[in-house]
């Protein structure tokens, strides 16, 4: 099933539930505070029952989602990482999820169909029962400390795209979007070192070597279109694993440029495959990335996908 393709659902549907809308006013740098007053004006006018949710940060967001009376939905006005730091309450509460893309890269909503800035688009999903969506459940950790948890609705990645996205913030001002992410690529090459990793899939090796990256991936891309796992469905009950291995370093923009347009799959050093669990072992902690959440250097991961775990109320939009 693609994402063109509406998921079958046997859920009777009474009609909008109330929406908890977390508002990240930062995101897209800021384009999420300026599309405020429009979006409230809109829930007003289809005279949906809404609460705003403002916080300091992810844990502030995700405790009020938490407090919410049983019944309400969330909609989360922003990007990928509006969307995850509320993820843990809309899969073990089952609260059903919308996604208002207002943010950076939009990855997510991007699979959808929708474009960035499409909050009325989005909103039409209230008219339909929601959608069992995949989402993965993450472990990791290293010698001597404790293992994290988290929930995935993109994925995840270690190595170097975790290191370009702890770049993205040095970027100077002036770059945005695509360009901000290759300025921050440009930058982690010049700092790049390879480690020994082991990646598995379903318990079986794909992998091994001084490795590049490795991303365990729900939907099919980050960093705002850059094409990861092209093949990725979040409705099929799976995960893929893509694992690029030794590579010389000028051969690495051209490599980048291929992702961007996910044409990667047929290189030489790139390994990509499906299945329910992915266990990556570094020999050396490399720093990690959830959704875009930096959760600093790790030696390894335990990635697992959950079928239908997010009820989500966004439907496709052609284009």
């Known amino acids: 099933m693609t994402a063109g393709q509406t998921a079958p659902s046997t859920e009777l549907w009474a009609g909008p539930p109330p929406l908890a809308v977390v508002l990240n006013r930062r995101a897209g740098l800021g384009r999420a505070e300026r599309a405020w007053p429009r979006l409230q004006a809109e829930l007003k006018a289809r005279k949906l029952e809404f609460r705003l949710i403002e916080s300091a940060g992810p844990a502030e967001a995700l405790a009020a989602v938490q407090a919410l009376p049983a019944g309400w939905a969330v909609a989360a006005v922003g990007g990928d990482g509006t969307a995850a730091a509320v993820l843990p309450a809309v899969i073990e509460q089952r609260r059903p999820l919308l996604l208002l893309p207002l943010g950076t890269g939009n990855d997510f909503a991007g699979f959808l169909g929708l474009k960035t800035g499409q909050y009325r688009a989005a909103l039409d999903g209230l008219n339909q029962p929601p959608r069992a969506a995949d989402a993965l459940r993450i472990r990791y950790g290293a010698a001597g400390q404790a293992a994290g948890e988290a929930y995935s609705l993109n994925g995840v990645g270690m190595g170097f795209d975790a290191q370009l996205t702890a770049n993205l913030p ?45 991303s365990v991936m729900n939907a099919s891309s980050v960093g705002g279109g850059f094409q990861f796992s092209p093949h990725s469905d979040v409705f099929d009950g799976q995960l893929n694993l893509l694992v690029a291995g030794e590579i010389q370093r000028r051969q690495i923009p051209a490599l980048i440029a291929q992702v961007r347009a ?20 570094w020999q050396h902690p490399v720093q990690l990335h959830v959704d875009g959440d930096l959760k600093g250097a790790h030696s390894w991961l335990r990635a697992e996908v959950l079928p239908g775990a997010v009820r989500l109320l966004n439907h496709p939009h052609p284009g």
């Open 170 to 214: 040095l970027a100077p001002a002036w770059t945005q979007g695509t360009l901000r992410y290759l300025w921050a690529a440009l930058a982690t090459l010049q700092q790049l070192t390879l480690h020994p990793c082991l990646a598995e899939l379903d318990g079986q090796p794909l992998a091994s070597g001084l490795t590049l990256l490795c």
């Open 262 to 281: 996910g044409r990667h799959l047929g290189h030489p050093a790139v390994r990509y495959a499906a299945g329910r669990v992915a266990e990556l072992h």
